[in-house]
């Protein structure tokens, strides 16, 4: 390769990498993911008047309940003043309880409520289908090597970002 072809190959790279071309971006590229995703579910969603968020948060407790407030943020991928809006919802629709910890009269517990767990059952058959016509047309080897490098995109919150490139 002469000294031109190695100069037009490094500038393609560059172009590739820089910020400014919106179809390789990464933050784009999860943005369009999501939605597209996302536009399949809402509908489901909406019928039964929940809101994605409010969808997360049954979730979460589904798995794991009580727990706490802030937790329940995090794992919901929520904001904290969102979440105290969205409880009140789902306390008043008899999905969700809050309590106080009894160790710490600070902490908010929250719990999902038998009448939240059959909102969830409701909802499963129709979340399954929309679910494994992705899988069916994405592929399920595929889908599953993406989620695990999702998952491990995710853990990169987990390191302090300090604003500059690492070496």
């Not at 059952?121 to 490098?149: F, K, Q």
Request: aromatic residues 4%; contains cysteine.
């Amino acid at each position: 390769m002469n000294a031109i072809d190695r100069q037009a190959s490094s500038d393609q790279s560059l172009q590739a990498r820089s910020p400014g071309q919106m179809d390789r971006s990464l933050p784009i590229a999860l943005l369009r993911a999501r939605e597209s995703i996302m536009t399949r579910f809402r509908p489901l969603l909406a019928e039964h008047g929940t809101t994605e968020q409010q969808w997360r948060v049954l979730r979460v407790l589904q798995e794991q309940s009580p727990l706490d407030a802030s937790c329940v943020a995090d794992r919901a991928c929520v904001l904290a003043p969102s979440l105290t809006r969205m409880i009140k919802t789902l306390r008043d629709r008899g999905f969700v309880q809050r309590m106080r910890d009894s160790g710490d009269a600070r902490r908010s517990m929250l719990s999902i409520t038998p009448e939240g767990l059959a909102f969830i059952e409701m909802l499963v058959p129709g979340a399954l289908a929309i679910h494994d016509d992705i899988r069916s047309r994405y592929g399920a080897e595929r889908m599953e090597t993406l989620i695990d490098m999702l998952t491990d995109l995710a853990g990169f919150d987990q390191a302090p970002y300090d604003g500059k490139p690492t070496a």
